[in-house]
């Protein structure tokens, strides 16, 4: 949510956030009327189409609507609102691949699925938010990946040197709904937008079969349970859930008894503890049971710092050594499979099937990849993963020029370093780390 929030729509959402606040009991009755109204749905669509995304099942896309006219088109959506007659569209599956070779569904609502869910999440959110834990860092105002690397590698240093890895099978697929809403109908009790929310839990999905043939499924609905990843109401459902584990493990005294601390993110959660970390897992396991979630058994696992170490959100936490005197201490670094995907996407720009684009087109995108990287990448020693990722992404430039120019060799005479850098404007990714906080320090 990059764009500035309108007053109204942030002195509404600052009302419900402080009423949450201020008593933990109260529920919330009258919320459904805030969907259609026209400031939060007017900025729903905004965020909406900042964000950009495929169409869906209907085939509409943002540059249809703007063709039409985007007012009339919410207006439209406003009356089904208003009046009661709103059904959500079925999802469209598409299946996006991830490092290991396997695949992960990603659901694409429509855009006018899209709209009132976000014009749902600016709502709730609010209201959610003071009832969230502060061990959880995902999709969450002024939290992030890497304040959650860093309270790991805090917890580590004082001493907390057992550290559960934990994964859970199909965190998103599996969320009971029965239980998930109990959750949300703990604060909310508005009916209309309870039904609303019940929709998007059951909602069909569409996908095409190896014939090209649309195929309808309703599995979420015939199992009861699941939430469609790629919804924009699925982050605030998922921390929703994950907030009984961590609730729980507190009230019931694992926290305090185990010496044993959580740090989540989305889906992804360690265990830091001192010494108690065999009957952390155990109870975990039996906690995640209760939930009705099932423990990755094969992803697991008892890591024992500083004889191991552990990978958390694309960061490895461990034994460091410094360059300067030799001495090892606990620090952070980027993994080696986080390395290993930045270059893999460099070669995937540079590929040879992609010489049709010019050169300074692919060093923007190959720019706009290493300097997201890079931003993301900054804490701890960085410097020999900055180090092999530039000079990947100078050997496949060069390669690819090559290639573009129908050119023999390797290309280090005919394109040296300062023609990647100066003329071309590659990013050094090494040149970077002088502007680092710890550089600085």
């Known amino acids: 949510m990059s764009l500035k929030t309108p007053d109204k729509v942030e002195k509404l959402r600052k009302a419900l956030h402080v009423k949450a606040k201020e008593n933990p009991q109260f529920r919330f009755y009258q919320l459904y009327d805030k969907l259609y109204r026209w400031d ?24 249809q609507i703007a063709s039409k006219g ?11 609102l208003t009046e009661k007659t709103y059904r959500t569209d079925p999802v469209r599956r598409v299946w996006i691949p991830k490092a290991n070779g396997k695949q992960r569904p990603l659901g694409i609502p429509t855009i006018r699925d899209r709209v009132v869910q976000t014009a749902a999440v600016l709502v709730l959110e609010p209201i959610f938010e003071a009832d969230l834990q502060p061990e959880q860092y ?4 002024n939290r992030g990946a890497q304040a959650a690397v860093k309270q790991v590698h805090r917890l580590i240093r ?4 057992e550290v559960v890895d ?11 709904h029965a239980e998930l809403m109990r959750s949300v109908a703990r604060r909310i009790v508005d009916r209309q937008l309870l039904a609303l929310i019940k929709q998007w839990l059951v909602v069909a999905v569409e996908e095409d079969d190896e014939r090209g043939h649309r195929r309808r499924s309703t599995r ?5 349970r699941g939430i469609p990843q790629g919804a924009p109401i699925s982050p605030l459902l998922a921390n929703l859930y994950m907030r009984r584990f961590i609730l729980g493990w507190k009230l019931l005294g694992h926290q305090q008894r185990l010496k044993a601390y959580i740090v989540n993110y989305a889906d992804d959660f360690v265990i830091c503890c001192r010494g108690t970390a065999v009957e952390a897992m155990s109870v975990m396991r039996i906690m995640m049971q209760r939930l009705k979630l099932e423990v990755n058994e094969d992803k697991t696992g008892l890591c024992r710092i500083p004889e191991q170490s552990v990978d958390f959100l694309g960061y490895t936490i461990g034994r460091c050594y410094s360059t300067q005197t030799g ?50 990448f900054c804490l701890g020693p960085v410097s020999k993963a900055y180090r092999a990722i530039d000079n990947h992404s100078r050997q496949r430039l060069r390669w690819w020029l090559c290639r573009k120019h129908k ?5 280090t005479t005919l394109y040296p370093d300062e023609y990647l850098y100066e003329s071309l404007g590659l990013v050094c990714l090494p040149r970077q780390t002088s502007n680092l906080p710890w550089a600085k320090a």
Request: charged share 25%.
């Open 220 to 224: 979420a609905k015939d199992e009861k």
């Open 166 to 176: 934990a994964d859970l099978s199909g965190y998103f697929d599996t969320i009971p």
């Open 158 to 161: 004082n001493g907390h040197t």
């Open 327 to 376: 001495r090892a201490y606990i620090g952070t670094r980027p993994s080696a499979k986080s390395v290993s995907r930045v270059t893999r996407a460099v070669s995937e720009l540079t590929t040879r099937r992609m010489t049709w684009r010019s050169a300074e087109d692919t060093v923007v995108r190959l720019n706009r990849l290493l300097t997201g990287w890079g931003n993301y």
């Open 138 to 141: 995902a999709y969450r105002p």
């Open 70 to 80: 985007s007012k009339a088109w919410l207006e439209e959506l406003a009356s089904t």
């Open 407 to 411: 050119q023999a060799g390797k290309g």
């Open 40 to 63: 939060v749905l007017v900025y729903a669509y905004r965020l909406c189409r900042a964000n950009g995304g495929a169409a869906g099942v209907d085939g509409e896309t943002f540059e």
